[in-house]
């Protein structure tokens, strides 16, 4: 089992940035890919970012590539997610999530509780 704890959701204005963090615990992430998806107010859940525990690489979103980073911190099993040039639609919980498998793609097996981000225009 992988347990996930999310912190670090606000309020922010557009074109402001915020990041957000991720605590991994629980069994070796060694095998796992780690991944932000967000749910946004009437909308479906949706993949963000990802980025595979050992080797670093990662995967974007179309809709947020060049404004979001994710990154990892092996030593302190923290994963995060640093969102620049935020926009309203930017708006949602955003969750942290663990796979096993080749690709950050969903389906995840892990998820955190959520943290809320609210984008104002």
């Known amino acids: 089992q992988v347990q996930l704890g999310e912190s670090g959701g606000g309020l922010v204005q557009a074109g402001g940035s915020l990041r957000v963090s991720c605590k991994a615990s629980g069994r070796t992430l060694s095998h796992h890919v780690m991944g932000w998806l967000r749910q946004g107010p009437g909308k479906e859940r949706e993949f963000v970012a990802g980025i595979s525990w050992i080797g670093g690489v990662t995967s974007y979103a179309n809709s947020v590539k060049g404004r979001f980073t994710i990154s990892r911190d092996q030593a302190k099993n923290m994963v995060y997610l640093q969102m620049n040039n935020l926009k309203p639609e930017d708006t949602a919980v955003y969750y942290c999530?663990?796979?096993?498998?080749?690709?950050?793609?969903?389906?995840?097996?892990?998820w955190g509780q959520g943290t809320q981000v609210t984008v104002s225009s």
């Open positions: 999530a663990a796979k096993t498998g080749p690709t950050a793609r969903p389906p995840y097996d892990y």
